[in-house]
């Protein structure tokens, strides 16, 4: 009796059991060259350091790690060591797969075959097994692809062999690079249970469910983790978590982000950013021997500390912040250094104003221009300053 209970019992647990495993997917991706904020505001959200600590902790052994394509803005330097630290971080956090796009292709064939061999992430479907990537990634039962437009894809740009076959598998989720009319078209051709396609958002989008297929996107630029979960091909549910500053930063991949500053300030890449002629900079002492009630102000404002913010986390020699900290950075008249050129450091006068040479020669007949919301969005954007508020902000510096 008690072994046919026993049996029994067996018989109802293979029942009720589940016939497909479960499998979670951690995505993100699309990063654009952004690997971190800049500290200047709160609060700010995404980095690469906040994004190792979220996928430490939610990673287990059912789970797969997939980071979207496009990291790439533009050629250049500064866009290789971008990528390398992306690529670091991806193995640090035992990605397993990271898929290549178009917009990636403006670092060459010889930087992206480096890439691959040092790390063996990347895949892309549409380039032939002789040129940079694998056809495909494999993790937990599922084939991982990545596609684009077939117009624009990866391997048209770079003149690689024609694209391999779509091999049939039970299970596939395809990184797509596109929006998400584009993917629905082109998984006409796959059939995939998954798709990862892009958004401009910094806030992922809701899921889209379509002939048994769930569209999926992580928002841009790395800002938020996608926790999507699977039973066998069937979506059960996606979850963002957002990298806000209550994540802490992981230590290990806060130790790959120095390396990138230090290269950075190493190849003196401030130093080589392309400069316009001179526009008639004056700096901020100059403008200030007119103005005392003006520099009253400003001395107690932030924008006064703008460039000691960079300072403080080691980002004052990155071309990619120090522009919105000084005075007139692309231009030869404008900041170079603290040291060399003190009088065009932070947020000054020009910064708002424009330059004051021809004010300062003529000061009734060349006026300088007041400023309003149209001055400060280059650098008040959202993503760099999401509590932006023109006339709240202009109240704190009103002079």
């Known amino acids: 009796m008690r072994g046919l209970i026993v049996a029994g019992c067996a018989v109802l647990a293979s029942l009720l059991a589940p016939s497909d495993p479960e499998t979670t997917f951690l995505i993100t991706g699309n990063f654009r060259g952004y690997l971190s904020p800049c500290g200047c505001t709160k609060p700010m959200s995404g980095g690469i350091r906040r994004l190792a600590t979220v996928v430490r902790d939610l990673r287990q052994e059912s789970t797969v790690l997939l980071c979207s394509a496009n990291s790439v803005v533009e050629a250049g330097r500064q866009s290789e060591l971008k990528v390398d630290a992306v690529l670091d971080v991806m193995k640090e956090l035992r990605a397993d797969a990271m898929a290549l796009g178009s917009g990636d292709a403006v670092l060459g064939t010889a930087y992206w075959r480096g890439a691959q061999t040092r790390t063996g992430l990347l895949i892309q479907s549409e380039i032939d097994e002789a040129s940079l990537a694998n056809p495909s990634a494999e993790a937990a039962g599922w084939q991982i692809l990545a596609l684009g437009d077939r117009a624009g894809s990866l391997r048209t740009r770079l003149g690689a062999g024609p694209g391999l076959a779509l091999d049939s598998h039970p299970r596939q989720v395809v990184l797509f690079e596109g929006s998400l009319e584009a993917a ?5 051709d796959v ?7 892009e958004t401009d958002g910094s806030t992922p989008p809701a899921t889209v469910i379509q002939d048994g297929t769930a569209y999926v996107s ?3 630029q790395g800002r938020s983790v996608l926790v999507v979960r699977m039973r066998g091909n069937r ?4 979850t963002a978590v957002s990298l806000g500053p209550d994540v802490a930063d992981d230590a290990a991949v806060t130790q790959v982000f120095q390396r990138y500053l230090k290269r950075v300030t190493t190849e003196g890449l401030l130093d080589a950013i392309p400069r ?11 403008c200030q021997s007119c103005h005392s009630p003006a520099k009253s102000v400003w001395q107690h404002s932030k924008h006064a500390q703008a460039l000691k913010t960079l300072e403080a986390v080691n980002q004052d020699r990155d071309p990619d912040c120090v522009g919105c900290h000084v005075v007139g950075l692309t231009a030869k008249d404008g900041f170079q250094s603290r040291k060399k050129t003190p009088n065009m450091t932070d ?4 910064s708002c104003h424009g330059a004051g040479k021809a004010h300062v020669k003529s000061p009734k007949r060349s006026p300088m221009p007041k400023v309003g919301s149209k001055s400060c969005a280059n650098c008040h954007t959202p993503p760099h300053s999401p509590n932006f508020e023109f006339e709240a902000y202009w109240k704190r510096i009103k002079h």
């Open 184 to 188: 629905k078209a082109r998984n006409e």
């Open 191 to 197: 059939k995939a249970a998954l798709v990862v396609y």
């Open 218 to 220: 992580p928002g841009s």
């Open 235 to 238: 979506y059960l549910s996606a």
């Open 276 to 286: 316009s002629g001179s526009a008639g900079y004056v700096g901020n002492r100059t």
């Open 347 to 350: 947020v000054g006068c020009e």
